[in-house]
């Protein structure tokens, strides 16, 4: 499973960033990476221009399963920790439930 990291200009990407929030997302996903092909890393700051802004940070991960279209999630939180986190968690509930579907279409068809 191939991790890309991306910021916005209001974010500096430091290579122990990256390294930790591509770890964060790897331990996210571990039970089911043999399915992920690539995972798309989007941070950014959308309230830069204001200083106190609530829930400013965003992270949208886009995953790419095997043979199947893209899918993506969106978490807003006051860190960028906090939003990796939820996000996270988010794309590996979807992914959990998405292959779940996919294996009961297939069992029912059997």
């Not at 200009?9 to 997302?25: C, D, L, M, P």
């Not at 571990?30 to 221009?49: K, P, W, Y």
């Not at 893209?70 to 439930?97: C, F, M, R, W």
């Amino acid at each position: 499973m191939q991790i890309q990291i991306n910021t916005d200009r209001n974010i500096e990407g430091h290579e122990a960033q990256t390294a930790y929030f591509s770890g964060v997302v790897k331990n996210a996903l571990s039970r089911i990476s043999e399915h992920i092909t690539r995972v798309e890393v989007h941070l950014s700051d959308e309230n830069s221009d204001k200083k106190n802004g609530n829930d400013d940070m965003r992270c949208m991960l886009e995953a790419r399963l095997e043979g199947r279209q893209p899918i993506a999630v969106t978490h807003h939180a006051q860190t960028l920790d906090q939003a990796v986190d939820g996000a996270a968690d988010k794309l590996s509930s979807l992914i959990e439930s998405t292959l779940g579907r996919l294996h009961d279409q297939y069992a029912h068809k059997g």
